[in-house]
């Protein structure tokens, strides 16, 4: 069962890398989105009521707990090389602030 709260960190994630790959044109690999939605929800259930607390007012450590989970699932070997073009030639600053984050596992990670 998914708390109320753990629910709106799956629906911002899901939000967010919906607008990622739609600012790369490009489909997102949708059981790979799934995979890290559910590595996100196994996450969130180990964390305490203060832990959640502080992802939710801190982005710093909510985008690190989203690009944990992003690692976790293998969503960031997806279409890595076409991805990692499209943002390396460009800077990334077509990707709106709110998920520029979403860009760094996939130019770091191996």
């Not at 753990?6 to 939000?15: I, M, S």
């Not at 196994?42 to 801190?58: C, G, L, V, W």
Request: charged content about 25%; glycine content about 6%.
């Amino acid at each position: 069962m998914t708390t109320p709260e753990a629910q709106t960190f799956l629906t911002e994630l899901r939000e967010n890398l919906e607008l990622f790959y739609q600012c790369l044109q490009l489909a997102p690999p949708y059981d790979s989105v799934e995979k890290t939605l559910t590595c996100l929800a196994a996450r969130i259930r180990d964390q305490t009521t203060d832990q959640q607390h502080e992802m939710a007012n801190d982005n710093t450590v909510k985008w690190e707990i989203f690009l944990e989970a992003i690692v976790e699932s293998g969503l960031h070997k997806k279409h890595r090389g076409i991805i990692a073009g499209l943002l390396g030639g460009q800077g990334a600053i077509f990707l709106p602030e709110s998920i520029r984050y979403l860009k760094e596992p996939f130019l770091t990670s191996p």
